[in-house]
């Protein structure tokens, strides 16, 4: 498969709607339950892009794979240098590559940006998440039993970090 890395644009709207809001129905990998509206998501983007913050998306044979993005891990001036990023692709294009190179892609953009650190937070339950991070370099620096609550459990929320 040919995979694109590419700034996100309007025109992804519809699929970062559906990628998210498949994850937030049909899994425990997001402790939210509310869905993302497109219009939410277009206020969204235009913020990350007023912020310049990037929001990367993938497409393989020019069908759209998935997204990356990173933002602010916590407030206040001591935490710039460390950011928390978010990568969804879709299921059909597991294992394809596309969620690599988004990681490459925001990876390249927090250094060029003097980003330090980059955190990913996912749910104890997403072990193929733990493990493409793990791969990727990141390794586990926290486990928080118990902090999320979706669909009548508690589910536990697991760091990973790297130094970049």
Same mark, same amino acid.
């Given at each position: 498969?040919?995979?694109?890395?590419?700034?996100?644009?309007?025109?992804?709207?519809?699929? $970062?709607?559906?990628?998210?809001?498949?994850?937030?129905?049909?899994?425990?990998?997001?402790?939210?339950?509310?869905?993302?509206?497109?219009?939410?998501?277009?206020?969204?983007?235009?913020?990350?892009?007023?912020?310049?913050?990037?929001?990367?998306?993938?497409?393989?044979?020019?069908?759209?794979?998935?997204?990356?993005?990173?933002?602010?891990?916590?407030?206040?001036?001591?935490?710039?240098?460390?950011?928390?990023?978010? $990568?969804?692709?879709?299921?059909?294009?597991?294992?394809?590559?596309?969620?690599?190179?988004?990681?490459?892609?925001?990876?390249?953009?927090?250094?060029?940006?003097?980003?330090?650190?980059?955190?990913?937070?996912?749910?104890?339950?997403?072990?193929?998440? $733990?493990?493409?991070?793990?791969?990727?370099?990141?390794?586990?620096?926290?486990?928080?039993?118990?902090?999320?609550?979706?669909?009548?459990?508690?589910?536990?929320?697991?760091?990973?970090?790297?130094?970049?």
């Amino acid at each position: 498969m040919n995979i694109e890395l590419r700034a996100a644009e309007e025109r992804d709207i519809p699929g $970062i709607a559906a990628v998210w809001n498949l994850m937030i129905r049909e899994t425990l990998s997001t402790f939210t339950s509310e869905e993302k509206s497109e219009d939410a998501l277009r206020a969204w983007l235009q913020e990350k892009r007023a912020a310049c913050l990037p929001v990367l998306v993938a497409s393989c044979d020019g069908i759209f794979a998935g997204f990356a993005t990173y933002g602010p891990f916590r407030s206040g001036p001591g935490y710039r240098h460390t950011m928390e990023l978010t $990568i969804l692709v879709e299921d059909r294009v597991q294992g394809t590559g596309a969620a690599r190179t988004l990681l490459a892609g925001l990876e390249k953009h927090a250094g060029e940006a003097g980003i330090a650190t980059l955190v990913a937070g996912m749910s104890g339950t997403n072990a193929r998440a $733990i493990a493409f991070h793990a791969r990727a370099g990141y390794r586990e620096v926290a486990r928080m039993p118990g902090v999320g609550f979706k669909r009548g459990r508690w589910l536990d929320l697991v760091l990973m970090q790297k130094r970049l």
